[in-house]
């Protein structure tokens, strides 16, 4: 299983980004997915989770700010990101309770960078 995000970059405060993360390889199904990030210096944090049945959990320091869906046809996850301040800026992980033909298991995408200045 491979879970592969794209969609980072540079945006000024203020600005949007959306984030997607596609999982792919022998999957039975996918039950919760998320976004994580990691500042410099600091340790990874949950910033948004979604059950498959579309069920989510923010932060608080995101909540009314980025909004996480998931298409599950595709099993894809996405996290729109609005009203961006620097203290947003990380890199972003997602993340995936995926169950395979061999059992459940934990994954992680490679990680893209969000950089919110001026």
């Known amino acids: 299983v491979q879970l592969q995000a794209y969609g980072g970059g540079l945006v000024q405060p203020g600005g949007s980004l959306r984030l997607s993360c596609a999982a792919s390889g022998s999957i039975f199904s996918i039950n919760d997915m998320g976004w994580y990030r990691q500042a410099p210096g600091k340790q990874r944090e949950l910033v948004a989770t979604i059950t498959s049945g579309g069920s989510t959990n923010y932060a608080d320091s995101v909540k009314g700010r980025f909004t996480i869906s998931r298409d599950n046809a595709k099993n894809t996850v996405y996290l729109q990101m609005n009203s961006l301040k620097p203290e947003d800026t990380a890199v972003y992980y997602c993340?995936?309770?995926?169950?395979?033909?061999?059992?459940?298991?934990?994954?992680w995408g490679q990680g893209t960078q969000v950089t919110v200045s001026s």
């Open positions: 993340n995936a309770d995926v169950e395979t033909i061999v059992g459940e298991g934990d994954y």
